[in-house]
């Protein structure tokens, strides 16, 4: 059975369990750590996930692996974690969740473009490019991706550090 098969049956196994504690089943992965695996589980749901979240789906999920045998006799280690920044956005809930973010979407004609998510619909988003306001549909969006931005630290900040080295004693 390739690998392929067996992400697709987990995520079938998984995918109701993970919903039945409110989340979605963004995605599975095994790998081989050593003489275990590494059952990789990726949940994300409105709002984002909390620790607490986090501990619900993994009990859920290791039952529901104990008790299907899905992963069969050798040892795994489960990891459930929510999506990093770097996912790409290609589901209308991926695209909601990251609302108020600065994006770049690539447009399924090719083009690419640049700003930040200011509101969305069963049909699409709408972005915020340099002031003017952009719709794409979603079946026009090929795919998104979350942007890292840096903020300046504050002048605050600054006022904490009153220059003196403190090695004069």
């Known amino acids: ?3 392929v098969t067996s992400r697709d049956r987990l995520m079938k196994l998984l995918g109701p369990v993970v919903e039945a504690e409110g989340f ?24 984002g996930v909390s620790l607490d979240g986090v501990a619900e789906v ?48 690539d447009l399924r004609d090719g083009t690419c473009v640049e700003g930040r998510i200011v509101a969305t619909d069963e049909t699409g988003v709408e972005l915020d490019v340099e ?22 630290l504050d002048e605050s900040d600054d006022a904490e550090d009153d220059g003196e080295d403190g090695d004069e004693g």
């Open 1 to 3: 059975m390739g690998s």
């Open 131 to 152: 002031g003017v306001r952009h719709r794409a549909d979603y079946q026009d969006l090929a795919r998104g991706r979350v942007q890292v931005e840096f903020r300046r």
């Open 58 to 105: 993994s009990h859920a999920v290791s039952a529901a692996l104990d008790a299907g045998d899905a992963m069969g006799s050798a040892p795994y280690v489960l990891e459930v974690s929510s999506p990093g920044v770097d996912r790409p956005l290609t589901e209308p809930r991926h695209w909601r969740r990251a609302a108020g973010r600065l994006v770049k979407a």
């Open 24 to 47: 979605d089943l963004e995605d599975v992965t095994v790998t081989p750590a050593g003489k275990r695996r590494l059952l990789r589980v990726v949940v994300d749901r409105d709002g």
